[in-house]
């Protein structure tokens, strides 16, 4: 019988099993080093190969009027993007692909295979989730999905300027969109998720952070006088055959702006074929001068002086005056060669308003101007608003006195003269300009003389309601006050004025009872009717502040006799009026 060779050797038989039981120890010792004592590195590593965090997106705050009527919502969209490298292997489902996503099949076969080797790429964004789902339900390997927010503007180019608008990332690039991005944009969450090898959604874990939402902007706009004057404004543009327009609805009490509309303008929601022109806020961008609404606050400045009141006579005769090589002239033929403070502003006399300021001189007009906010910054910060130039010369001479007298010679944009009439509607006090909603009014400052600006109301009212006054600036059922401006227009690129380009102005306020709204239009380039702020720029004044009066259910103020409620204006006025500026 033969022994066994492990029987021979022994110490043989004894190395196996020892080193069979060191490796099955070492083995054993591995498997608690990692299951146990080191166990999260494992773990990590199983994750980052399969554990993800997709964002969870926050929708932007929503926008609204004064009274609640939404201007901006966010609403959700899906957006697809593809994995390029698998969808190499589905070639034959491009077409298909191409069909649901409404594009050209070579176009996207082209471009797929320009993008080979990513991993990701953006198909489609913006789509509605059902239009999004319709592809998903193709199953194409390699196309996936994202849920965002995409914004929407129910008023449409009614608030275009003033609203703005969002990217297609969703961050404010114009209006108030961009000047409140931080407040209104939300912050996104995360969602733990489990992925295979291909990207493909194993397990949904848990959510680890919530999404949170933007904060909600009141406006201070009334979305009913935004409709009002945009529809006015774009009727005047068409009438005039005009190139562009502003209009300015404010409450001189609390100092919010109400309406504020520019023509032309565009459509947010769709802005395929925009031009940059039409994103342009004219009200706050474009600068230009005020013309002969700026008598108003020469005459003010002449009142504050103490020097000169309402019934103190001028000789503006024979209409011209000259200084050196320089000739002031008067538009129109006034009433005669002598006019009272009130005649000067009804008849909008260029020589008398000048003698005025001469006597006064030229500081006294600009430390007026400037107090109520000509040429300053108005505290909007409204994206790309320009704050419009003020000259101070060191030596008044009569030329430069006299032109800042009449309007020319300084710059200002459509809301910072909304901003000054404001002040002589609400008895000489200025409050800030606010674009949102104010629950109560802000502190005033008097920077007007209350018996000052009291004169001047009632001055103003009779440049509207004087026989020779602007009578189509008139309200039915209301006393009103303002004062029209033709300005002309600088040439670009060369120095002086171009041929026939003007600006038609008019800025008023009412009712005159207890004056609580201005209201300021702009007419770019008249080319029809004529050019003259009384002709061109005061019947949309009447119109909008008529609507305006009756919407917020302001109490008429000047009800006429029954047998004089159909009465036009008198016959010798409107002959006498040639809707001077």
Same mark, same amino acid.
């Given at each position: 019988m033969m022994k066994l060779e492990g029987a021979l050797y022994p110490w043989r038989f004894r190395l196996m099993l020892g080193l069979l039981a060191l490796m099955v120890g070492a083995i054993v010792w591995r498997i608690v080093d990692l299951q146990v004592i080191d166990r999260d590195f494992l773990i990590g590593q199983g994750d980052a190969r399969s554990l993800r965090h997709i964002p969870i997106p926050a929708h932007r705050g929503l926008i609204t009027d004064r009274n609640g009527e939404p201007l901006a919502v966010s609403t959700p969209v899906t957006t697809l993007w593809a994995n390029a490298k698998e969808l190499q292997v589905a070639k034959d489902k491009w077409p298909q692909l191409a069909a649901a996503l409404g594009q050209e099949p070579k176009a996207l076969a082209e471009r797929l295979e320009a993008q080979a080797n990513k991993e990701f790429i953006y198909l489609v964004r913006g789509l509605t989730p059902e239009q999004g789902q319709q592809v998903l339900d193709l199953k194409v390997p390699g196309v996936y999905g994202i849920e965002e927010f995409r914004r929407f503007y129910p008023a449409g180019e009614t608030t275009a300027h003033m609203v703005g608008f969002t990217d297609i990332d969703d961050h404010g690039r114009?209006?108030?969109?961009?000047?409140?991005?931080?407040?209104?944009?939300? !912050?996104?969450?995360?969602?733990?998720?489990?992925? /295979?090898?291909? #990207?493909? @959604? =194993?397990?949904?874990?848990? +959510?680890?952070?919530?999404?949170?939402?933007?904060?909600?902007?009141?406006?201070?706009?009334?979305?009913?006088?935004?409709?009002?004057?945009?529809?006015?404004?774009?009727?005047?543009?068409?009438?005039?055959?005009?190139?562009?327009?502003?209009?300015?609805?404010?409450?001189?009490?609390?100092?919010?702006?109400?309406?504020?509309?520019?023509?032309?303008?565009?459509?947010?929601?769709?802005?395929?074929?925009?031009?940059?022109?039409?994103?342009?806020?004219?009200?706050?961008?474009?600068?230009?001068?005020?013309?002969?609404?700026?008598?108003?606050?020469?005459?003010?400045?002449?009142?504050?002086?103490?020097?000169?009141?309402?019934?103190?006579?001028?000789?503006?005769?024979?209409?011209?005056?000259?200084?050196?090589?320089?000739?002031?002239?008067? !538009?129109?033929?006034?009433?005669?060669?002598?006019? /009272?403070?009130? #005649?000067? @502003? =009804?008849?909008?006399?260029? +020589?008398?308003?000048?003698?005025?300021?001469?006597?006064?001189?030229?500081?006294?007009?600009?430390?007026?101007?400037?107090?109520?906010?000509?040429?300053?910054?108005?505290?909007?910060?409204?994206?790309?608003?320009?704050?419009?130039?003020?000259?101070?010369?060191?030596?008044?001479?009569?030329?430069?006195?006299?032109?800042?007298?009449?309007?020319?010679?300084?710059?200002?944009?459509?809301?910072?003269?909304?901003?000054?009439?404001?002040?002589?509607?609400?008895?000489?006090?200025?409050?800030?300009?606010?674009?949102?909603?104010?629950?109560?009014?802000?502190?005033?400052?008097?920077?007007?003389?209350?018996?000052?600006?009291?004169?001047?109301?009632?001055?103003?009212?009779?440049?509207?309601?004087?026989?020779?006054?602007v009578f189509r600036a008139q309200v039915p059922a209301y006393h009103v006050a303002g004062k029209s401006g033709t300005a002309r227009k600088t040439s670009v690129g060369t120095k002086g004025y171009a041929e026939n380009s003007y600006r038609s102005l008019f800025a008023g306020f009412g009712p005159m009872s207890d004056p609580r709204y201005a209201v300021v239009v702009v007419i770019d380039e008249p080319s029809k009717a004529g050019y003259f702020g009384g002709l061109v720029s005061a019947p949309v004044f009447s119109k909008v502040m008529s609507g305006t009066l009756r919407l917020m259910n302001i109490t008429p103020d000047n009800l006429p006799p029954t047998q004089q409620a159909n009465a036009g204006p008198p016959v010798a006025a409107v002959k006498a009026n040639g809707g001077r500026g």
């Open positions: 114009e209006g108030v969109e961009l000047a409140y991005d931080e407040w209104l944009a939300g !912050v996104p969450g995360k969602r733990q998720v489990i992925k /295979d090898r291909r #990207g493909r @959604l =194993i397990k949904d874990v848990q +959510v680890t952070k919530n999404a949170k939402a933007g904060k909600p902007l009141a406006l201070s706009i009334d979305l009913r006088l935004q409709y009002l004057a945009n529809r006015e404004l774009r009727n005047a543009i068409i009438e005039n055959g005009a190139k562009a327009g502003s209009l300015v609805i404010m409450d001189v009490k609390s100092g919010e702006i109400l309406a504020m509309v520019n023509q032309p303008t565009y459509n947010p929601n769709n802005r395929r074929n925009l031009q940059p022109a039409m994103m342009r806020n004219r009200a706050m961008i474009d600068v230009f001068e005020p013309g002969s609404t700026m008598k108003a606050i020469s005459m003010s400045a002449a009142l504050e002086t103490g020097r000169w009141k309402p019934s103190d006579k001028v000789e503006v005769y024979p209409g011209t005056l000259q200084l050196g090589r320089y000739t002031i002239r008067d !538009v129109s033929r006034t009433e005669g060669p002598v006019l /009272d403070l009130t #005649g000067i @502003l =009804i008849n909008s006399s260029n +020589v008398g308003m000048s003698k005025v300021a001469f006597d006064i001189g030229g500081e006294a007009i600009y430390r007026l101007a400037q107090k109520i906010g000509l040429g300053q910054p108005t505290g909007l910060n409204f994206p790309g608003e320009r704050v419009g130039n003020l000259p101070n010369y060191r030596d008044w001479k009569k030329a430069e006195t006299a032109t800042l007298s009449y309007g020319y010679g300084l710059s200002v944009t459509a809301i910072q003269l909304a901003h000054a009439f404001s002040v002589l509607a609400n008895n000489g006090r200025m409050v800030p300009l606010s674009l949102i909603h104010v629950d109560e009014a802000p502190q005033a400052t008097q920077v007007i003389p209350e018996n000052v600006a009291k004169t001047m109301q009632g001055m103003l009212q009779q440049v509207i309601e004087a026989p020779r006054g």
